[in-house]
């Protein structure tokens, strides 16, 4: 799998029909890779694909601008990877997507990962199979089932630990604002002062602009390095933005997100007046 | 300074007595993956086997985010208010890389005859028992440093190694031999066969450490290399978030801001701040001198391994490895300043 990838990397390098290759290497860590940028058809040989290849490498394209880049894609980050085509951040000419019949890595949603599928790649590494996944929101559900106070307290708890070093916005392949709210001073919405209060307005603020637009790809719990739960909020929103819109992001490169369009009658929600 | 014995359950003593009556931040689980100094109700809270916390124990001396001053508008006067001194406070269990992180800063927030009173304050208040560690992580590289050592007391005021069963205390400050002096009750006196054995301690926990950095080399390659091609491809890769500055006991720069209330009163707030945010060097007016990520990603290691020893003579990192765990996409310290040309 790794050598048919690395004579991909290697010939699209040599040929010149990209600037960069990005895919993962092998970190000085023993067991553990990490994301890289290769420019050179000699350096193909770096590149790996093992369990350890969590980092959803759509982050990067977006930076990429007007130049042309191949991008190795599991399944699910081959949906943010369509996403950020739809939203214009880059042309779908401009990426070569490398897609990898990936059969999990170290990573929460793997278990019940139904996005394995390789549909609309340039190229397909390895062999894609059914692996009898199943989705499972039973986690939401109970979530759900809690009464407001106690998930107060729950999040509490959890953005009492966030140091705001917006690690999950950064590696966020759908968070790309030049201008993020975060950082605004005038007006600002967010002061400097970190607490538990301001943690909160901070991520509430983000899920809100990711609704819809979010995958679940989980980069921002796994970036946390404070361990906070984030995907019961990005899987809770998956499940909303299914229930509300029926609406999947990152399924197709063409479809409206959901809060950037309205019908006058959304069948999915319940008029109040 | 001298050196005491003290055994496993009177240490557990110990804790739970100062806990009573200090404020005492030790490692604490805070769910399955993360473990970071919280404040300890008692010992059983404590977790003795991590090494890296998620977190450093610096927050503890130099919050996140230190409230100066409070002002408000009074009829023809403006009141202020001064924060009252936090209470006294014990960090128990930090490593001597989290210990020699305070001692690297304590030079900074005391430069140049200006004593930065919120760190010097916190910093009198607080008493520091370290835990030297046997079994050092891969990411660890403390011996890189002159003196850094698994087993090394630089910083604390009382370093706990574990010997036959007991731990070896070396009282190290005025501050630890207050302490112990105190609590004398559960200390007894040290012999030469477990000062002897501290040193074996050393040495065999010293020959796991897999990474030395050649320093001298470095500095000698990042004096040379601001302008080089080098950093124009080492940063693509780094997301440029906030998380190793965050989590690093020795990042120390900070912003300062107000927040208001209501139309005229409001406090002043000092907050760390990271290299790494392009809002770090924007000015009033907009203007942004270091234009690019590149530039950010360059200062973080120029500042540790080339700035900070012309200023300091010594480097602005002591090896906890800490950056290189939480780097969401594993940039290594050791590799970016070893590689620069
Ligand atoms: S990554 Fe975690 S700690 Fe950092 S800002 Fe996000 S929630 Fe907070
Ligand atoms: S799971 Fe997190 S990182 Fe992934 S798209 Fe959603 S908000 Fe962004
Ligand atoms: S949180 Fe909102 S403003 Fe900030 S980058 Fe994400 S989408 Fe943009
Ligand atoms: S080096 Fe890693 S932790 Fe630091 S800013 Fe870059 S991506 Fe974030
Ligand atoms: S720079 Fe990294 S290794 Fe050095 S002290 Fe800071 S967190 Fe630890």
Redesign the interface.
């Known amino acids: 799998m790794e050598k048919e990838m690395q004579e991909i990397a290697k010939k699209l390098l040599a040929e010149k029909k990209v600037d960069w290759v990005i895919g993962y290497e092998n970190s000085f860590e023993p067991g553990a890779s990490r994301p890289v940028f290769m420019n050179k058809p000699e350096d193909a040989v770096k590149l790996v694909f093992n369990k350890s290849c969590v980092n959803n490498l759509a982050v990067y394209l977006p930076k990429i601008k007007k130049q042309k880049a191949a991008v190795v894609a599991k399944g699910c980050d081959l949906r943010s990877v369509r996403e950020i085509i739809k939203e214009h951040q880059i042309l779908r000419e401009n990426v070569v997507i490398i897609g990898v019949a990936c059969e999990g890595v170290e990573s929460s949603k793997c278990s019940t990962c139904t996005e394995n599928k390789l549909d609309g790649v340039d190229f397909t590494v390895g062999t894609v199979k059914d692996l009898g996944r199943k989705e499972d929101m039973s986690d939401i559900e109970k979530f759900e089932e809690l009464s407001s106070k106690e998930k107060e307290a729950f999040w509490n708890k959890e953005f009492e630990r966030c140091i705001r070093c917006y690690a999950c916005r950064n590696v966020c392949p759908v968070c790309y604002c030049p201008d993020c709210f975060a950082n605004r001073l005038m007006p600002e919405y967010l002061n400097k002062v970190v607490n538990t209060a301001e943690n909160k307005v901070f991520q509430q603020i983000r899920m809100q602009h990711v609704f819809g637009r979010c995958t679940d790809c989980r980069a921002c719990e796994e970036a946390c390095p404070v361990g906070i739960k984030l995907s019961l909020l990005t899987k809770k929103m998956s499940k909303d933005a299914k229930k509300l819109f029926n609406y999947e992001s990152g399924k197709d490169t063409d479809s409206r997100p959901p809060l950037s369009t309205f019908k006058v009658d959304e069948e999915g929600i319940a008029e109040i007046m | 300074m001298a050196n005491k014995l003290i055994t496993q359950e009177n240490l557990k003593a110990l804790v739970n007595e100062l806990a009573a009556s200090y404020d005492v931040f030790a490692p604490k689980r ?5 473990v ?1 100094f919280g404040k300890l109700q008692s010992f059983e809270e404590y977790v003795s086997g991590v090494l890296l916390t ?2 450093t124990a610096k927050d503890k001396v130099y919050l ?2 230190e409230q100066l001053f409070q002002y408000e508008l009074k009829k023809d006067t403006v009141e202020f208010k001064e924060k009252a001194p936090g209470k006294e406070a014990v960090i128990f269990g930090g490593r001597p890389c989290d210990a020699r992180g305070f001692d690297v800063i304590d030079k900074l927030f005391n430069w140049s005859g200006y004593e930065d009173g919120p760190y010097t304050g916190g910093r009198k208040n607080t008493t520091i028992i370290t835990v030297s560690c046997e079994k050092p992580e ?2 660890c590289f403390c011996t890189s440093f002159a003196g850094g050592s698994p087993a090394d007391g630089k910083g604390s005021d009382i370093l706990l190694t574990p010997v036959s069963g007991k731990f070896l205390a070396e009282l190290l400050t005025e501050r630890g031999e207050k302490l112990a002096a105190k609590y004398s009750k559960y200390f007894s006196e040290a012999g030469d066969a477990e000062t002897a054995a501290k040193a074996e301690f050393a040495k065999a926990a010293e020959a796991k450490i897999t990474k030395k950095l050649d320093l001298a080399a470095v500095k000698k390659n990042l004096d040379a290399s601001f302008d080089s091609p080098y950093w124009d ?1 080492v940063h ?2 780094c ?5 190793c ?3 690093c006991p020795t990042c120390y720069c900070f ?1 300062i ?1 107000e ?1 208001k209330f209501g139309y005229l009163n409001g406090e002043r ?1 000092r ?4 290299c790494m ?3 770090f060097t924007k000015m009033a007016g907009g203007h942004n001198p270091r234009t690019d990520t590149k530039r950010r990603f360059r200062q973080r290691f120029m500042h540790k391994f080339r700035y900070h020893v012309d200023n300091f003579k010594e480097e602005l990192c002591t090896g906890c490895g800490r950056c ?1 765990r ?1 780097c ?5 310290i ?2 970016v300043v070893e590689e620069a040309k």
């Open positions: 805070e769910n399955k993956n993360t970071s998620n977190t996140q985010s891969t990411t491809t693509l890769p997301v440029k978030c906030g998380a500055t965050y989590v912003d801001t927040k707030n907050t760390w701040d990271s945010s392009e809002m290189i939480r969401p996409v594993g940039i290594d050791r590799k």
